[in-house]
């Protein structure tokens, strides 16, 4: 089944660059191409792809907000979102996946890393590895705590913001979502816990359920905002 990727950015040749990456593989194929923001909200919501790969810094409305209209609205619910940007980004790159968004790449990734990301966000999956989001979300976390001068940005303090989970959460789906947090992949969870690879996955299904998250970098997010996983 071939993967329909949409690519936003403003810059024809980094379009272009990515057309032909792309298009160069048997199973992904680009459908289009936007040089704003709005320009890829409409896309999306015509050619309905299966993943957006989508710049943050556009003229008319940022990637953040495109992502936000495409990822809230019932028509696109289903289009994956890939956000491109680059560490000295961080308030941003969180903004985008509370927006949403399933993952993000630096602009300096290896080609082969690129189209690899698009097949991990397209069937579904958290694009980087949970311990690298980890990494991530508590630098920004910790951002958000101390502040600056101002205070943090409104952002920060929405992401740094602590929640209770549902009452519906088991205490074994609590385990899990901590070890989640912690940065383990399922077979780790396998072994931590001692259970089967279909009970693991079972886990996480219930967890993206019950906490109405669209993949496992959200339940990163969770783990941290419910206080499962210590910022230290």
């Known amino acids: 089944m071939t993967i329909r990727v949409l690519v936003a950015d403003d810059q024809h040749l980094v379009r272009a660059g990515f057309r032909g990456l792309v298009d160069s593989e048997p199973d992904l194929t680009v459908i289009g191409e936007a040089d704003t923001g709005s320009a890829a909200v409409d896309l999306a919501r015509r050619e309905l792809p299966d993943v957006v790969l989508m710049d943050i810094r556009m003229p008319d409305i940022d ?74 979300i508590r630098e920004f976390a910790e951002l958000s705590r101390i ?31 901590a070890l989640i947090g912690a940065g383990l992949s399922n077979p780790e969870i396998c ?31 969770a783990a941290y905002r419910s206080g499962l996983v210590g910022l230290d």
């Not at 696109?76 to 949403?100: N, W």
């Not at 279909?198 to 967890?207: E, P, S």
């Open 63 to 136: 990637g953040i907000e495109a992502t936000t209209r495409i990822t809230g609205a019932p028509e696109t619910a289903g289009v994956r979102v890939l956000i491109l940007t680059t560490f000295d980004l961080d308030e941003y790159v969180y903004a985008a996946l509370r927006g949403g968004a399933s993952g993000f790449l630096l602009k300096d990734t290896r080609p082969v890393e690129l189209l690899d990301g698009i097949r991990v966000v397209a069937r579904g999956d958290a694009l980087l590895a949970p311990s690298v989001t980890r990494s991530l």
């Open 147 to 177: 502040g600056g001068a101002a205070g943090p940005t409104r952002s920060a303090s929405r992401f740094a913001s602590r929640f209770e989970l549902p009452a519906s959460v088991t205490e074994r789906e609590r385990e899990v979502l």
């Open 191 to 221: 072994a931590r816990l001692h259970i089967s690879p279909g009970t693991t996955k079972a886990h996480v299904g219930h967890l993206l359920a019950k906490l109405a998250a669209r993949d496992r970098v959200h339940l990163v997010i």
